[in-house]
């Protein structure tokens, strides 16, 4: 494999692997503080892109004003999941928590089927996020390939900078340790939650949008097969820690890509190399790369 | 008195079973009016129609179509071919749209050994180990042939490459068509790269096939998938040319694709109303399907029902005789017959190899470059 074949698998694994971290951060945060999987976050992603799709192509606004929109709509419809499909759930046992979520998943995408359609929809690529550089090597980019990591490390940053430098994030690390001793000290748990809600379904909506530009098709079950890889990847990193999730994804988003690098013959087997990694990974750390590791209670 | 009503009704069976062989040939019609493939088995059983109004005799005997709905529905159709063959005794049967139809009905037929001939069910499993299961069409990995004699007699192109989903028959099937076509004709496989459905990340695929340097790409994906691996292929500016097959003919890949797809080609049937060198069958057929139905084009499926009829005709003069067992003989020795979907000859397995059409996007519209005949 020459360099310059080798430096675009890289290029190409960096966007892929991003990409999966960007969403499985949303896992890993909700999980983080309610220990709930949150299955229903591949189907924000998948909101997210479809209402930049009816912004930018049915109804012809600039694709900027499009990506707001999409944004504050996808964040919407995540804090109403979690009104209406969790927050009754709360004391519950987890379990039933976990089966409303994966009804919400599934409302979700037949609901999707039923009014978008099954039919894949085109997306609005802006160009100048298409045009072509080519490196003196031979490397070509596209500011897309560079603008979706820079985006979602800036995001992971970001939501770093307010989990552990800002009073609401000492709010989400006090209850993911302890929900009604946090109650007790005065926190508004709930809003505290709702907001943890928002946030990661804003961060799906922004990986949804860039997604659907770095693979341009939108449909109802787009949410899927990304969401589980980006699930996979939060375990990987350690479940609860988002540092984690952002390495998990990118390690998956290497293994799939170099997979198919050094073994052309076998491409058709690339998830299954991924899942492999995974289950060695787990026997050796079962906490995850990252993850919180659990005293043994004697 | 009952054993007398019981006799009479024998005898009029019976006189109704004599009458049948020597003055009519009956030819049963199995397709799919109503349910989900209507669409196809109407125009299918409107193509058998128009042939039968042209040539309603054989060997100077009076055709009788008998027609049967096979409602869409697997069950329905195994109903519709025992009906065919128990309660109106015919010579041979003509259908269906669908292949898990055919599917079902060809066990009953293979069982009572009256043969069939398939209008456009192009899974291979329809006539596989059949004895008495023919078709008019190709079977979808015959496709992958045509796409690889098209790429090296025609387009001069020598180093190919394939890239398949390896979770779909379908795909799988054709690429190994195309390979196995190529190398014997000389053509040098570089890769033979695979995804899975549903996929959406190609790039590590392409730039693979980047390194390997390939003049073309064989692509035989659904239009969903096929849209975006071009669109990757462009972002990743790759300069070789990509070639698929029917499963692509769809207008969405142009709104998915964008300008991406310029230059795509993708391999079909033979036969298109707006093509512009029809063969005499083809123009006769098209004539004719304009007089009777005035305010609808013909298509694939309706030429493929009226070819159905042709090759029926053709066995059965051949054979000189309209017994079942001896059409059968006939129509396993079709050669070179002139058809609307091109010169057909039927192969070991009884699938048709005729031409195909290859059509490339211009312009965001299909444009029918030409016909080839595929080299296994």
Not at chain 1, 281 to 288: D, K, S, Y
Not at chain 2, 11 to 40: E, R, S
Not at chain 2, 279 to 302: G, I, L
Request: proline content about 4%; aromatic content about 10%; glycine content about 10%.
């Amino acid at each position: 494999m020459s360099l310059n074949i080798f430096v675009q698998h890289v290029i190409n694994a960096l966007s892929l692997g991003s990409l999966y971290g960007l969403v499985a951060v949303g896992y890993t945060m909700v999980y983080g503080i309610l220990r709930l999987i949150n299955f229903a976050h591949g189907d924000i992603f998948m909101l997210g892109a479809y209402f930049v799709y009816f912004a930018t192509i049915v109804y012809k606004l600039p694709w900027a004003v499009g990506v707001v929109i999409a944004i504050i709509l996808t964040t919407v419809c995540g804090l109403l999941v979690d009104r209406i499909a969790y927050k009754p759930l709360r004391n519950a046992p987890r379990i039933s928590a976990l089966i409303s979520a994966i009804g919400v998943s599934f409302f979700i995408e037949n609901f999707a089927v039923v009014v978008f359609t099954g039919m894949p929809r085109p997306v609005v690529q802006p160009p100048i996020l298409m045009q072509p550089i080519t490196l003196s090597s031979g490397v070509r980019l596209i500011p897309l390939g560079i603008l979706v990591p820079v985006v979602a490390f800036v995001l992971v940053g970001a939501l770093m900078w307010l989990l552990y430098r800002t009073k609401p994030g000492l709010a989400m690390r006090a209850i993911s340790f302890d929900i009604e001793t946090t109650r007790m000290l005065g926190v508004s748990v709930n809003k505290i939650i709702a907001l943890a809600f928002g946030l990661g379904s804003a961060l799906a909506a922004v990986a949804g949008i860039l997604w659907a530009l770095r693979y341009p098709r939108v449909e109802p079950f787009m949410g899927m097969t990304p969401g589980i890889k980006a699930f996979i990847a939060a375990v990987f990193g350690g479940i609860g820690s988002v540092p984690g999730a952002m390495i998990g994804g990118l390690i998956l988003g290497f293994v799939e890509i170099m997979s198919v690098a050094f073994f052309p013959n076998l491409s058709g087997y690339k998830d299954a190399f991924a899942f492999l990694i995974l289950i060695l990974i787990l026997l050796f750390r079962p906490a995850g790369l990252l993850g919180e590791r659990l005293e043994d209670k004697i | 008195m009952r054993k007398f009503f019981a006799a009479c009704l024998v005898v009029a069976l019976l006189a109704g079973v004599a009458f049948a062989d020597d003055d009519v040939i009956k030819v049963g019609v199995f397709n799919c009016l109503t349910g989900q493939n209507a669409f196809g088995g109407q125009l299918e059983l409107e193509g058998t129609q128009l042939a039968h109004s042209l040539m309603p005799e054989i060997l100077g005997k009076k055709v009788e179509l008998v027609i049967v709905d096979n409602k869409s529905d697997k069950v329905e159709a195994a109903n519709a071919v025992t009906r065919l063959i128990e309660n109106d005794k015919v010579n041979a049967i003509i259908g269906t749209y669908g292949s898990s139809l055919a599917m079902a009905g060809g066990e009953v037929a293979e069982k009572a050994g009256i043969p069939v001939i398939g209008t456009s069910c192009t899974n291979p499993l329809v006539t596989e180990g059949k004895k008495y299961y023919f078709r008019v069409c190709f079977i979808d990995p015959f496709q992958g042939a045509g796409a690889a004699t098209y790429a090296f007699r025609n387009l001069g192109l020598k180093k190919a490459a394939t890239l398949v989903d390896m979770s779909n028959d379908y795909s799988v099937g054709l690429g190994k068509f195309f390979r196995d076509s190529y190398k014997k004709m000389g053509g040098e496989i570089v890769a033979n790269l695979f995804y899975q459905s549903g996929d959406t990340d190609f790039t590590a695929q392409l730039t693979e096939l980047i390194a390997k340097q390939p003049d073309i790409v064989f692509l035989p994906a659904y239009f969903a998938e096929g849209a975006i691996v071009l669109k990757q292929a462009k972002e990743l500016g790759a300069n070789f040319r990509f070639i698929g097959a029917d499963a692509m003919d769809n207008p969405e890949i142009v709104t998915l694709g964008g300008d991406a797809v310029e230059g795509f080609m993708h391999t079909t049937f033979a036969y298109d109303p707006s093509m512009q060198e029809m063969n005499e069958t083809a123009a006769k057929f098209t004539e004719e399907w304009r007089k009777v139905h005035p305010d609808k084009d013909p298509n694939v499926n309706s030429a493929l029902g009226y070819d159905c009829y042709v090759m029926l005709k053709d066995a059965i003069e051949r054979a000189g005789s309209a017994e079942p067992e001896k059409i059968r003989d006939a129509l396993e020795t079709t050669k070179d017959l002139p058809t609307v979907t091109g010169i057909t000859t039927i192969n070991a397995t009884h699938d048709a190899e005729k031409e195909m059409g290859i059509v490339e996007i211009r312009g965001g519209k299909k444009t029918f470059l030409g016909l080839v005949k595929p080299e296994v």
